[in-house]
């Protein structure tokens, strides 16, 4: 795996624990207001999570192009959809 991919992963993991440390009532970060962890909790796990998504996602156009010149070269599998 690249560099990448390990932050993104283990942020993602980072994010997810504490999340379910919020909700079963332990408190992982040192804030007094519980309105505030749950926010900053939750801003956390949303970021991470797109930011996880957009990366490993073929959603620009260079990730686009990226995905096609992978397919030409047969590194990664072509899934033709149904036409309807």
């Not at 919020?22 to 040192?30: T, Y």
């Not at 505030?36 to 957009?54: D, G, K």
């Not at 995905?67 to 047969?74: C, I, M, N, S």
């Amino acid at each position: 795996m690249d560099k990448g991919t390990v932050v993104r992963t283990s942020i993602l993991f980072v994010a997810i624990i504490n999340q379910i440390l919020v909700i079963f009532g332990k408190s992982p970060l040192p804030i007094d207001s519980e309105l505030l962890e749950q926010v900053v909790s939750s801003l956390f796990t949303i970021i991470t999570a797109l930011i996880t998504w957009f990366k490993n996602n073929y959603i620009t156009k260079r990730g686009i192009e990226q995905r096609d010149a992978l397919r030409e070269k047969g590194l990664i599998k072509t899934k033709e959809r149904k036409q309807k």
